[in-house]
């Protein structure tokens, strides 16, 4: 609606991760090194943490984006709480090794078998596991053991662990210590602060091709800062907001006023308006005693247990949903790879035999 208005070719401050709206402020330069690193490396575990919607999904999706495909094969799973043996099988799904019907060991020597095919290829294999936090101790060490698969002296298989702050505190339990020793690097993301703050909004103002409208009055930028923590996902939300509150009163200039309004209305909408202070002296980042905030957003603790397992239920059923299709895929492919060589075989067998009858 907003962006005809304001000259844009696009929504700048959409929510979903975009590497092509990447912000290089200082510690996610230093993620990006420490990925781009790990990749040169070849080997071992790399850790990234960060906030809900500090951006780290990003930071991933470019580093995918700039991989060559016929030196690196990627696999990308996304953690929940499974058992150690359903996370093993979504690793090899994610390199399309079919998982259905085999044991545990028929599964790990499939998979070692294709780590050493593409090794053998030129090729190196890369896992990335998002949402780290989700992973059972049980699974975490099965990601360890997969580490082990070598060929010669070259590491078969490198993974990226990329998840929220409590995944650092699961590396200190005196069992992930063998873990800890193959980690070569380690790397947390925060919030930006609140310089960095003003130059994200002006960085995807740019890159969805603005030309200085709106424009921002400085008391703006304090606001957005005070009112997100920092936190990108949560910028975007409430510039997004504040762009179509634009629009809609036909404004060039947005003030820190306009600012609280936003805020206020995103709480509101959210049910996290309560007795106390008035709205607008509070920001997303206030957590009152006894409640959590996820994603800028304020819950009861109870009420976020039961949304966790919900969401974990649905969460599994989309991996099994998702498991299935691969395999059937695989299926088909394997159906149509006999029925390829079946019709070559027949090809050989007839040009065998017109051989024959030409000689003499």
Not at 259 to 275: D, K, N
Not at 310 to 318: F, K, M, R, W, Y
């Amino acid at each position: 609606m907003y962006e005809a208005y304001y000259g844009l070719s696009g929504k700048p401050f959409q929510l979903n991760p975009d590497p092509t709206f990447y912000f290089a402020s200082k510690q996610h330069r230093r993620a990006k090194a420490y990925l781009d690193y790990g990749v040169l490396r070849n080997e071992g575990f790399i850790v990234i943490t960060g906030e809900i919607g500090a951006g780290k999904t990003t930071i991933v999706r470019g580093l995918l984006d700039s991989l060559d495909p016929s030196k690196v094969v990627a696999g990308n799973v996304v953690s929940t709480q499974l058992e150690a043996e359903d996370t093993l099988r979504m690793v090899a799904a994610a390199f399309g090794v079919r998982t259905k019907d085999a044991s545990k060991a028929d599964l790990l020597m499939s998979l070692e078998a294709f780590l050493v095919g593409q090794t053998v290829q030129g090729k190196r294999c890369l896992l990335i596991v998002d949402e780290a936090q989700n992973l059972t101790q049980s699974a975490v060490e099965e990601l360890r053991m997969l580490s082990n698969f070598q060929f010669g002296n070259q590491a078969l298989l490198q993974s990226f662990l990329v998840g929220q702050p409590e995944f650092r505190d699961i590396l200190q339990h005196p069992q992930m210590q063998q873990l800890r020793q193959r980690v070569i690097a380690a790397c947390h993301i925060g919030p930006l602060d609140q310089e960095e703050t003003q130059g994200y909004i002006e960085h995807r103002l740019k890159c969805a091709g603005g030309t200085g409208r709106p424009h921002f009055e400085p008391e703006a930028f304090v606001e957005i800062f005070s009112a997100s923590g920092g936190i990108p996902r949560r910028i975007n939300a409430i510039c997004d907001r504040l762009l179509l509150l634009g629009f809609l009163n036909e404004k060039d200039t947005l003030t820190a006023e306009d600012v609280t309004s936003v805020a206020r209305e995103i709480r509101e909408e959210s049910g996290l308006t309560q007795s106390g202070p008035a709205p607008a002296q509070r920001s997303w980042s206030t957590t009152p005693v006894g409640d959590e905030v996820v994603g800028g957003l304020q819950f009861d603790a109870d009420a976020l247990d039961g949304m966790e397992a919900q969401i974990s239920g649905l969460d599994q059923e989309q991996q099994g949903d998702r498991l299935q299709r691969l395999e059937r895929s695989l299926l088909r492919l394997e159906r149509i790879n006999l029925e390829v060589l079946a019709m070559l075989k027949k090809l050989v067998v007839a040009a065998r035999r017109g051989a024959e009858d030409k000689t003499p």
